[in-house]
């Protein structure tokens, strides 16, 4: 059972990658990315696969067969995983994995097996050769710390402070530590690939379909604009739940004081279903979801509703089911 326990829109996902390519001031975690533990992972892993009738121990081969028999060596099992990304002073972003040890040296033996070209530098930090990329390891705090900037391996957070131990998979974004030029800079980027994938559809059969399309994109970019110029913080998290049989999905925004988005957050909070009382005690299931429309989303579902009528009226009209006047009235 899949449940979205608060709106989740599309774009977000999108624009997490493209902050990461960002540049600002901050030094802490902009967007950090963490699974609870690899241990929690493996048995999460299972349970979606057995509820999918797949056999979930096919994940234990998986490991075995890429680490060579090796598993999860080195590697401490009950810690947080994960990567971040930081913004420097400089203006440049550093993008890091962090990975729980409780033995250095096997650990090490572990990375040989995907990239046994490897040497010792200076300051503790050591360097690994991958076909035409180099990257660079520091252990530190119970964690190995792996980056393409060596400079990033600096200053090194604690991973169980930044890390999230709420979700299964967890993000976290702040969105406040990045500058506004670089926000208005991710968003032309958003609309240049929008406006790219615009000129690559079809032409629209109806000119109401056109409008349909061209609001549902205007209201993708409103969104992505509102996530970025009107929220200080962002977290989207995966929740597995194996005792109660859930899988949920949060996601939750913190809004900027006296913005549209504290607006709207604040009409969620006042809307009422008029239909809540419809399901009854003996139903199988149910689903009651209400919230507030705006004038372009309304026009988005009027035009989108009269244009299914119109498909559907030609439908009838080019059926060869139905052979007479009178059966396609009725």
Do not use: H, W
């Not at 998986?62 to 947080?80: E, M, N």
């Not at 980027?189 to 406006?195: C, D, H, N, S």
């Not at 035009?303 to 080019?318: C, E, F, L, P, V």
Request: one cysteine or more.
């Amino acid at each position: 059972m899949l449940r979205i326990r608060k709106c989740v829109f599309g774009p977000v996902l999108a624009a997490l990658v493209l902050v990461a390519s960002a540049r600002a001031f901050a030094q802490e975690p902009v967007v950090v990315l963490s699974v609870k533990s690899v241990d929690a992972l493996v048995t999460d892993l299972k349970y979606v696969l057995s509820t999918a009738g797949q056999e979930g121990d096919m994940i234990d081969g998986l490991v075995d067969q890429l680490t060579q028999g090796k598993g999860f060596a080195g590697i401490d099992r009950s810690k947080p995983i994960g990567a971040y990304v930081t913004l420097d002073a400089a203006q440049t972003p550093s993008f890091v994995i962090f990975v729980p040890v409780n033995d250095n040296n096997a650990f090490r033996d572990l990375l040989a097996t995907f990239f046994p070209r490897q040497n010792e530098a200076a300051g503790g930090v050591f360097s690994i050769q991958a076909e035409d990329q180099q990257f660079f390891g520091k252990f530190a705090n119970g964690y190995c710390f792996l980056t393409l900037l060596p400079r990033a391996l600096d200053k090194l957070p604690d991973p169980a402070k930044i890390a999230s131990n709420k979700y299964s998979l967890g993000i976290e974004a702040n969105l406040a530590k990045i500058p506004d030029e670089v926000k208005d800079g991710l968003l032309e980027q958003v609309e240049g690939l929008a406006a790219t994938a615009q000129e690559g559809q079809e032409k629209p059969a109806t000119e109401i379909e056109g409008r349909v399309r061209d609001r549902a994109q205007k209201m993708m970019l409103e969104i992505v604009r509102m996530i970025f110029k009107d929220t200080d913080r962002m977290s989207l998290g995966l929740d597995v739940d194996q005792k109660s049989k859930l899988v949920a999905l949060d996601l939750n925004l913190t809004p900027k004081t006296g913005t549209p988005l504290a607006q709207s957050v604040a009409n969620y909070q006042k809307t009422k279903s008029a239909f809540s009382s419809i399901a009854g005690s003996d139903a199988a299931g149910s689903l009651n979801f209400a919230m507030p429309i705006s004038d372009s989303m309304r026009e988005f579902f009027r035009d989108s509703i009269r244009s299914g009528m119109d498909q559907a009226r030609a439908d009838i009209d080019n059926s060869e089911k139905l052979q007479t006047d009178e059966q396609k009235k009725i």
